[in-house]
C-alpha cells in the first residue's frame, strides 16, 4: 500500500532551526516534493529530492534517504510568515502524487 | 498567484444535486491532476490528464465522479448525485512533462453538500 507519515503538529520560535522528517512506503518512487500550504490556501511548491543527499535552497533545505524511505525539511532562521502546513508528497510508479497528511508549523514570537 | 485557475471558488449544493468544476492550467503544461482535499489532511489524488486523455484514475473514485479535458486545455470535474461525504476543497494541478514534475496548485474550489 502507500502510506507517508509525518508530524501533525510542530512548534518553534521566530530565529530558530526546525527539521520536519517524513517517511514513506509507495510502490514505487519518481522523486519526492515538498510543498507549504498556509491555511486556506493551495499548496506551493518548496523542493524536490530524487537521489540521496541534501538539497539546499535559500532558508529552506531537503534531505532524502531513498534505502530508508525517509526525507526530512529543514527550515533555518523561522519567520512567522513561515507558519503554515508542511506537505511530504512521493510521485509513484505511474504519475500518482501521494501526499502525507502535512505537518502544521506553528512559529512564535 | 499560480498561473492556475478554478471557477467556482466556492459551491454550496444540495444533496442528489449535480455540480461541474472548471480549472484553466498554465497554457504550456500538457499534464493536469484534479485531487480532493479534506481539513487536516493532505491532498487525495483522484485523476490524471496528459494533454486530452485520461491516463490514471484513483480507485476510491467512484463512479458519480467523471473528468475531461477536452482539446487538452481546460479540464472539468463533474459530480454527480453528490453526497455530503464529497463536501471538501477540490484542487487542480498543472505541471509540464519532464523535469522535475513540480505541480502548481490552483486555488480551489470548496464544495460544501447540504
Known amino acids: 500500500g502507500q502510506n507517508i507519515d509525518q508530524p501533525t503538529e510542530m512548534t518553534a520560535t521566530e530565529g530558530a532551526i526546525v527539521q520536519i522528517n517524513c517517511t514513506y512506503q509507495t510502490s514505487g518512487f519518481n522523486g519526492l516534493f515538498w510543498y507549504q500550504q498556509h491555511a486556506g490556501e493551495a499548496p506551493t511548491f518548496l523542493s524536490y529530492?530524487?537521489?540521496?543527499g541534501l538539497e539546499e535552497k535559500g532558508r529552506f533545505s531537503s534531505f532524502l534517504s531513498r534505502s530508508k524511505g525517509y526525507s526530512y525539511l529543514l527550515l533555518k532562521e523561522l519567520q512567522m510568515k513561515d507558519s503554515a502546513s508542511y506537505l511530504c508528497?512521493?510521485?509513484?510508479?505511474?504519475?500518482?502524487?501521494?501526499f502525507g497528511p502535512g505537518t502544521r508549523l506553528s512559529v512564535l514570537p | 498567484d499560480t498561473g492556475v485557475s478554478q471557477n467556482p471558488r466556492h459551491k454550496i449544493t444540495k444533496r442528489g444535486q449535480n455540480v461541474t468544476f472548471r480549472c484553466d492550467p498554465i497554457?504550456?503544461?500538457?499534464?493536469l491532476y484534479w485531487y480532493r482535499q479534506t481539513l487536516g489532511q493532505g491532498p487525495e489524488f483522484l485523476t490524471y490528464?496528459?494533454?486530452?486523455?485520461?491516463?490514471?484514475k484513483s480507485r476510491l473514485l467512484s463512479d458519480r465522479f467523471s473528468a475531461e479535458r477536452p482539446k487538452g486545455s481546460f479540464s472539468t470535474l463533474e459530480i454527480q448525485r453528490t453526497e455530503q461525504g464529497d463536501s471538501a476543497m477540490y484542487l487542480c494541478?498543472?505541471?509540464?512533462?519532464?523535469?522535475?514534475?513540480?505541480?502548481?496548485f490552483g486555488p480551489g474550489t470548496r464544495l460544501t453538500v447540504t
Open positions: 497554457s504550456e503544461h500538457n499534464r
Open positions: 490528464f496528459q494533454n486530452e486523455a485520461q491516463l490514471e
Open positions: 529530492n530524487v537521489l540521496d
Open positions: 508528497a512521493v510521485r509513484d510508479k505511474g504519475q500518482n502524487f501521494v
Open positions: 494541478a498543472s505541471s509540464l512533462a519532464g523535469g522535475t514534475y513540480e505541480q502548481y
